[in-house]
């Protein structure tokens, strides 16, 4: 359901952006999104930072690309507001390098997940009738 839910979210995006605008989407048009497809992202489970970002970069098939600068301020923002919740990775996990921070959504994460979608739908709605007009 959840990874369904990412595909769902970059899809509407796509709805929006790909006839109009053929190549990547400006930062202008994604920074109004980028919460939605944040918490869409770890919708199915959670995941460290870049793993996040190489979800969004997989499912936008090249459309938008996010890059580090955005996606740490957005996490810890969210985070603040309490949509998100982290954990460092276990010690226990054999791999090198420093342990990971991971990202879950909270309850209330959830529930803003949900608002946030119905809003995209009608925006999707009512710009489609403006532009496509």
């Known amino acids: 359901?959840?990874?369904?839910?990412?595909?769902?979210?970059?899809?509407?995006?796509y709805l929006v952006c790909l006839n109009r605008y053929m190549g990547r989407i400006s930062g202008d048009i994604l920074r109004g999104?980028?919460?939605?497809?944040?918490?869409?992202?770890?919708?199915?489970?959670?995941?460290y930072g870049?793993?996040?970002?190489?979800?969004?970069n997989s499912e936008g098939k090249g459309v938008f690309a996010m890059k580090e600068g955005t996606l740490y301020p957005v996490l810890?923002?969210?985070?603040?507001k309490g949509w998100l919740a982290t954990r460092w990775e276990s010690e226990?996990?054999?791999?090198?390098?420093?342990?990971?921070?991971?990202?879950?959504?909270?309850?209330?994460?959830?529930?803003?997940?949900?608002?946030?979608r119905n809003e995209w739908r009608?925006?999707?709605?009512?710009m489609g009738r403006i532009v496509e007009a």
């Open 33 to 47: 999104h980028i919460d939605t497809v944040v918490l869409a992202a770890l919708e199915a489970r959670e995941a």
């Open 122 to 126: 009608q925006f999707v709605h009512v």
């Open 50 to 56: 870049y793993e996040i970002m190489q979800r969004l």
């Open 76 to 80: 810890y923002r969210l985070e603040d």
């Open 92 to 116: 226990d996990v054999p791999r090198k390098g420093p342990r990971r921070r991971l990202y879950r959504l909270t309850a209330k994460g959830k529930k803003q997940l949900a608002k946030y």
């Open 1 to 13: 359901m959840g990874q369904s839910n990412l595909q769902n979210s970059v899809d509407l995006i």
